[in-house]
């Protein structure tokens, strides 16, 4: 019998996030560098009867994907994908440890579909396999946070986000992750960034530590956050208490919001911050930036 096999779907961080132009589809442009965080939700599976695929959630935002139908959950949709693409004949029992916020720009729901295709890939690998364009056209149909987080390594994205290339070398250096608990839809964050478009940035090969990377990054933006604080104001409250931490390099948001970053050069400070950071309606975590090694210790208040 085949065992039950489990993947983990990391936090993605966008250290910036140019908008730097728009496709004649309506799809934005970006420009963005993407990393890792060791905060993760935790895919399980097992075989089921059948064709059948069954998708059950638990952790403590699995109630906030548990409203909409099964069939529109991404994981449940790229599990669909791929037993059509390899023609397999069985199913697969599913269940997902929901322990990111859900729609808060940390690519949760991307996250969950790719690690659906890695896991899935190694449980029905007895009935075939897809080359790696085959799998990163699987994930770009899924969504366009999907391919990067099919990787998940560090990468700079372009294009709608199917373009990865190499990141910069990274320094160590940790991260504090907050949301306030307020969801906030990538369309209407899009919908109320102000007009025009920004430059490319450019980007060293490598950064020699942590305050270096911040100085750089400081220089650049994250095109939707101010459109994401005019929508939920609680943002600007948790990137002011992220930037008063001791040693906070850098405070901004990730992605179309509402979870926001601190940037520091040593775990303990992070660690430190995540205390004080701590509210009951807050997610905090803190814990080591990913490179291409799973972190040994992280911290989830």
């Known amino acids: ?9 990391h936090a993605k ?3 910036y996030l140019h908008v730097v132009g728009r496709r004649n589809d309506g799809y934005h442009l970006l420009d963005s560098l993407a990393v890792f965080a060791g905060a993760y939700d935790l895919l ?34 790229a599990a669909r994908r791929l037993q059509q693409a390899l023609g397999v004949a069985t199913g697969v029992a599913l269940r997902l440890d929901k322990s990111l916020p859900v729609a808060s720009g940390i690519g949760g729901g991307s996250a969950d579909a790719a690690a659906a295709l890695r896991l899935l890939a190694r449980h ?4 075939g396999s897809l080359d790696r364009e085959g799998m990163q056209a699987l994930a770009l149909a899924l969504g366009a946070d999907v391919p990067v987080c099919l990787a998940q390594r560090p990468a700079r994205m372009r294009g709608i986000g199917e373009v990865l290339d ?46 270096a990377m911040a100085a750089d990054l400081t220089r650049l933006h994250n095109d939707l956050q101010p459109a994401a604080i005019a929508l939920c104001p ?23 919001g509402a979870t926001c970053f601190g940037l520091f050069a040593w ?27 799973l972190p040994s210790d992280a911290t989830v208040l």
């Open 1 to 9: 019998m085949t065992p039950t096999r489990s993947e983990r779907a």
């Open 13 to 15: 961080v966008n250290l």
């Open 44 to 77: 399980t599976a097992e075989p089921a009867p059948g064709l059948n695929l069954a998708l059950t959630l638990g952790g403590r935002f699995g109630a906030g994907l548990g409203r909409e139908p099964t069939g529109e959950n991404l994981v449940i949709r």
């Open 124 to 127: 029905w690998a007895a009935a």
């Open 166 to 211: 190499v990141a910069p070398a990274l320094p160590p250096c940790a991260l504090v992750l907050v949301n306030c608990g307020l969801a906030v839809p990538t369309p209407v964050v899009f919908g109320a960034r102000a007009p025009g478009f920004r430059e490319p940035a450019t980007l060293p090969a490598a950064w020699s530590d942590a305050a």
């Open 234 to 256: 609680p943002i600007a409250d948790v990137l002011a208490a992220i930037a008063a931490q001791p040693g906070c390099l850098l405070a901004r948001m990730s992605g179309s």
């Open 267 to 293: 775990p303990e400070q992070a660690d430190a911050a995540a205390v004080v950071l701590a509210r009951p309606d807050w997610w905090v975590w803190s814990g080591l930036m990913l490179s291409n090694a």
